[in-house]
């Protein structure tokens, strides 16, 4: 039962370049988040979807662009990356919007 | 919006101490959330507490709602080293906005 994976798990890359991290989970979770863990800020939601091809925006949306055209996956693109962006991403998924959260294992960004 | 005020950021304390956070709201909570995340982790779901008052244990933990459900702590009876991490609240507030919003963690430190 691998419930929620997150690739790849670490990632460097250039300013200005095109990332793309993913999640799947296997639970048929109807939601799913990606958050960004920063020192002194804790989580801050990005985006989250409800269903396939229903997302919504956080807290941070700015620069991220997320897609879910099936239940299982729910991929984050930083379009063009900024030094801003070098963070931890977690993916999480819940039955409901207001559920228990069970977090993937993060995936680590450094952006040069 | 809503925010979530997490005390003590950090905690340092000798193994055997108490140890207890506290989440803050100035808005009532319709629920609490309590996580933790160990070092180089993601965060785990410990427990959630619904009731006004409501308080709960696990072990050597205890969660406590408050009457007026604008509060909540965690409280760990004698650390040990296992109890090193990050624990976060996630709060739902009443006002129906729909969306869990984490506390920014304590992180607590225990000394052999």
């Known amino acids: 039962d691998a419930g929620i994976t997150q690739s790849p798990r670490y990632k460097i890359t250039e300013t200005g370049r095109q990332v793309t991290l993913m999640c799947h989970q296997t639970?048929?979770?109807?939601?799913m988040f990606w958050y960004r863990q920063d020192l002194g800020h804790g989580l801050r939601l990005i985006y989250y979807s409800a269903a396939a091809d229903i997302t919504d925006k956080g807290e941070v949306p700015d620069g991220y662009v997320v897609s879910r055209s099936k239940t299982e996956n729910f991929p984050l693109t930083l379009e063009s990356a900024t030094r801003s962006q070098t963070s931890v991403y977690f993916c999480?998924?819940?039955?409901?919007?207001?559920?228990?959260?069970?977090f993937g294992p993060g995936t680590r960004l450094l952006v040069l | 919006g809503q925010q979530v005020m997490q005390i003590p950021q950090y905690q340092h304390v000798q193994e055997g101490e108490d140890f207890t956070t506290y989440c803050n709201s100035s808005?009532?909570?319709?629920?609490i959330q309590w996580y933790k995340q160990r070092p180089g982790g993601h965060p785990v779901f410990l427990i959630q507490?619904?009731?006004?008052?409501e308080v709960k244990k696990q072990k050597r933990l205890t969660f406590q709602f408050g009457e007026a459900k604008k509060n909540s702590s965690l409280h760990i009876t004698a650390t040990q080293t296992t109890d090193v991490g990050t624990y976060f609240c996630?709060?739902?507030?009443?006002?129906?906005?729909?969306?869990?919003?984490f506390g920014q963690g304590t992180t607590l430190q225990v000394k052999p």
């Open positions: 507490l619904v009731k006004s008052g």
């Open positions: 999480a998924s819940s039955e409901s919007m207001v559920g228990t959260q069970y």
């Open positions: 639970w048929s979770h109807s939601y």
């Open positions: 996630a709060a739902l507030g009443s006002s129906n906005t729909g969306k869990l919003i």
């Open positions: 808005t009532t909570l319709s629920n």
